[in-house]
């Protein structure tokens, strides 16, 4: 498995990581959390190294499902998880419902560390990232936490996730940020016009979540797909994009059906193909993907190591044009993901 590391920092990892969004919710449906937790000791075992998860992703059932599946392998792997979400005081409010706001103020996001140590079963985070941007904290004092829980050996590094570049650079005037972990892949293109770009010249790691599209690029999906009343893709909207609206929805799943023959002439899966798509851009340091079982984990560890070229890369592009889909790769709505409220993610 390829290595990669973070920027300027020390911190390295695999270059396909596991995202764990899927571990502590069923808004994408049924799982079977069992075969999930072993695809854990799988992916360690196929040479993965970091694990991405979230207090609110359950909330917090990921991290206890993920601790339960690392158990003493913990030390092997690189973990990642976020805080600054407020929640409901009913525990019995689950899902999207028991999100109630945003908090990065110092002491609330050093509280909320020390529940996800205790849930996660560990003494340290590899890296801690502020899960969406806090309007109402200043930078200087979000950071100013994180700078002393990493002098607290509570976390080794410490990052962002959906902040534009005016948000990033607050940050880096009053501290160093490992990471940025914003959605990326083949049908939101929006981080190319200004977020990749600042990351690759900053030196800050960046994790792509969301690089199948949310399962648009799996080849899985078909026009007639009808998602359950808990399947967050049925509204229509990904990050202020409308991938699931009717129109866009039928025309995405035409692209995908043409990118299957181009990855087909490869021997490789039109999921493998979009891996490899989001995996080439030099800024790009992980990739991250829900991994259900061995099939998925298998599949997905085959697109590491396949370059495409630049004939490839011109053909999918040709493929998008003429199917008259858009990419958004202009960065209009990046301010929309920063300030919204979705967190569907990996």
Known sequence: MEQRTFGNTDLTCSALGFGTWE??????????????????????????TLFDTA?????????????????ERRKDIVLVTKVGFVFHDDPTVVGDA???????????????????LKRLNTDYVDLMLIHWPDMNTPHDETIGA????????KIRHYGVSNYDVPMMQGCQAVGSLAANQVGYNLFDRRMEAEVLPYCLEQGIGFMAYGSLAFGLLTGALSPDAKFADNDWRRHGKAFGLPLFERENFLKELRVTERLKAVAAGYGKSVAQMALAWVLSHPAVTVGLVGMRNERELEENIEAVDWRLSDADRAEIDRI????GVPTYADGRQMTDVSRGGESHED
């Open 23 to 48: 571990l502590g919710t069923t808004q994408y449906g049924e799982i079977d959390i069992d075969e999930a937790v072993r695809a854990v000791h799988m992916a360690i075992d196929h040479g993965l």
């Open 55 to 71: 207090e609110v992703y359950g909330p917090f059932t990921s991290e206890e499902l993920l601790a339960r599946g690392l158990g």
């Open 98 to 116: 028991a999100i109630v706001g945003r908090d990065a103020s110092a002491a609330y996001i050093t509280e909320r560390t020390e529940g996800c």
């Open 146 to 153: 994180l700078e002393a829980m990493k002098a607290a050996g």
């Open 320 to 323: 998008f044009a003429e199917e």
